[in-house]
């Protein structure tokens, strides 16, 4: 006789259930969610840039190099040329011609009474420092931005020389075409600060971004 106590089915003949509802989309990270698309994301960090540090005693002497080029351009134009006195170079292109240039790019303010010559030499003091403390917390991987750095700083202390000892910039490079155009007479220092500036730029507009994109 069954025993009144038994369950009608025997645990052998017993099916167990399978959930086949749908599971979250999350992955379970300790006691809480987190969705797999953010997860996902938060694995992307913003690069770590490391500053020049000492390596900016390398762009230092590369503005180094272009002062000293420029300074020794300068004196052999004044001593082997005549002031106002072209040399033709490249007809009818390119002229060496002595001049004096007593106020900013282009001659602004060259006709001023004397004190153009302190205030463009304090000017130049003050963008020079702070292009030596730039380029020492510049990031290591930006060459193009630290090599536009270093140009401009000879070029501005190259300038700042002559105005210093002389008064006045000493320029030389004279680019015309015949006599109906003619460029402001310019030196070394000039295209190390307008290459520079154009480096700078460049960096700006297209390799900055990269530097601070996230990576997976």
């Known amino acids: 006789m069954p025993n009144p106590t038994d369950s009608p089915e025997s645990p052998h003949d017993s099916q167990v259930e399978v959930d086949h509802s749908p599971k979250p989309a999350h992955a379970t990270t300790g006691s809480s969610t987190t969705p797999r698309g953010r997860l996902s ?33 300068k004196w052999l ?54 292009l030596i403390i730039y ?40 680019v015309h075409y015949a006599d109906v155009w003619h460029y402001p007479i310019f030196n070394i220092a000039d295209i190390g600060i307008s290459l520079g500036v154009v480096l700078i730029v460049i960096d700006m507009l297209f390799l900055e971004r990269k530097r601070e994109m996230p990576r997976s």
Not at 41 to 61: C, D, E, I, Q
Not at 91 to 107: D, I, K, Q, V
């Open 41 to 73: 994301k938060s694995t992307k960090k913003t690069p770590k840039l490391v500053a020049n540090g000492s390596r900016a005693f390398m762009w230092y002497g590369l503005a180094l190099v272009i002062i000293v080029i420029d300074q020794w351009t």
């Open 135 to 174: 380029l020492l917390k510049a990031p290591r991987k930006a060459t193009l931005l630290s090599l536009g750095l270093a140009m401009v700083l000879g070029g501005a202390l190259g300038n700042l020389i002559d105005r210093l000892l002389h008064g006045h910039v000493i320029d030389f490079i004279h």
């Open 77 to 130: 134009a004044e001593t082997k040329l005549t002031f106002h006195d072209p040399v033709p170079v490249i007809e009818p292109f390119l002229n060496w011609t002595l001049a004096y240039n007593y106020g900013a790019a282009f001659s602004f303010l060259a006709d001023a009474g004397g004190w153009q010559k302190w205030f463009f030499s304090g000017l130049a003091l003050l963008m020079s420092l702070f």
